[in-house]
């Protein structure tokens, strides 16, 4: 009697199980569904890290420009024949970088810049370069290889010795103080023995470019102005640019300066400096046009006459 009620409910419950098809059917939706969200989940966190990347380069490039800007502001001429007021040169060689329209591109430049100013019966000469940086954080040479991180150095010197400071020692007769020799460091066989004094401030820069306006609102780029020497079509490392190289001496300034900055993204910049070769570094580099953020201000020289 027991046998003949277990056969029907064994028969029944065989009837009602999954077949392998069915089971594998199964598996597919899941597997499919989980990929989906997978997916939407990697470009929610992917749309996020680029939010978070972009604020910060845009905070660390606001920052870096309104520095500039509120040192620039304050540029004072020495009123000298030997003081430099300001300067202008290249560092690196300029590189194009292609835009996403085909057979377009960008000029990335890197240059320095020195400027004075004056406060408290102190002087003090003021420069900004594109550096790089040792594994410690300290700068320790030029960023020739077109990215490198801007950095800051401030040297003050007394009213009272700013008129008698000599030229650089190597070159008596350069129209160039003490000032300019202490903050540059640019005697005629280069050696960068303080590029470790500069500050580091913003990283990935990748073009740092600066143009001087006279009172016009002109960009100056003849020599048609009182104790301003300019060179145009600048010629760095053999190489013919189209730059434009000033010194501004004695009681000479502009009135207006241009400052461009160019910042790399983190997340490009750290994958460019994992690259052992420089030439494929530098072909990555090239396709990250997208990766760059852009600033720029024209920024009013108080001093100006």
């Known amino acids: 009697m027991r046998s003949s009620k277990v056969q029907p409910f064994i028969r029944f419950a065989r009837s009602r199980a999954f077949t392998v098809v069915e089971l594998l059917v199964?598996?597919?939706?899941?597997?499919?569904?989980?990929?989906?969200?997978?997916?939407?989940?990697?470009?929610?966190?992917?749309?996020?890290?680029?939010?978070?990347?972009?604020?910060?380069v845009l905070e660390g490039g606001r920052s870096a420009t309104q520095l500039m800007a509120g040192d620039l502001e304050q540029m004072e001429a020495g009123n000298l024949p030997a003081s430099t007021n300001l300067y202008i040169s290249l560092t690196a060689v300029p590189y194009r970088q292609a835009l996403l329209v085909a057979g377009t591109n960008r000029t990335n430049v890197l240059q320095q810049l020195f400027f004075s100013t004056h406060a408290n019966k102190t002087w003090f000469g003021t420069g900004y370069r594109v550096l790089l940086l040792s594994t410690n954080g300290i700068a320790n040479q030029l960023a020739e290889n077109g990215v490198g991180t801007l950095c800051r150095y401030s040297f003050p010197v007394n009213d009272s010795d700013f008129p008698n400071l000599p030229p650089p020692p190597n070159n008596p007769g350069a129209a160039r103080t003490n000032l300019f020799w202490q903050v540059m460091n640019q005697p005629l066989n280069s050696t960068w023995s303080n590029l470790t004094n500069y500050q580091p401030i913003l990283d990935g820069v990748v073009h740092f470019?600066?143009?001087?306006?006279?009172?016009?609102?002109?960009l100056m780029v003849s020599n048609i102005y009182s104790n301003v020497r300019i060179i145009t079509n600048v010629v760095?490392?053999?190489?013919?640019?189209?730059?434009?190289?000033?010194?501004?001496?004695?009681s000479a300034l502009p009135a207006y300066l241009e400052v461009q900055m160019g910042v790399l993204e983190p997340h490009v910049?750290?994958?460019?400096?994992?690259?052992?070769?420089?030439?494929v570094a530098s072909n990555y580099l090239a396709r990250q046009v997208g990766a760059v953020h852009l600033f720029q201000q024209r920024i009013p020289i108080h001093a100006a006459k």
């Open 26 to 56: 199964a598996i597919s939706v899941l597997t499919l569904i989980v990929l989906v969200l997978y997916g939407l989940f990697d470009q929610v966190q992917r749309a996020l890290r680029g939010n978070v990347a972009q604020v910060d």
């Open 209 to 218: 470019r600066i143009h001087a306006f006279d009172t016009n609102g002109m």
């Open 236 to 250: 760095f490392q053999s190489t013919a640019t189209e730059e434009i190289q000033y010194t501004f001496t004695n």
């Open 269 to 279: 910049l750290e994958r460019y400096k994992a690259f052992p070769d420089p030439t």
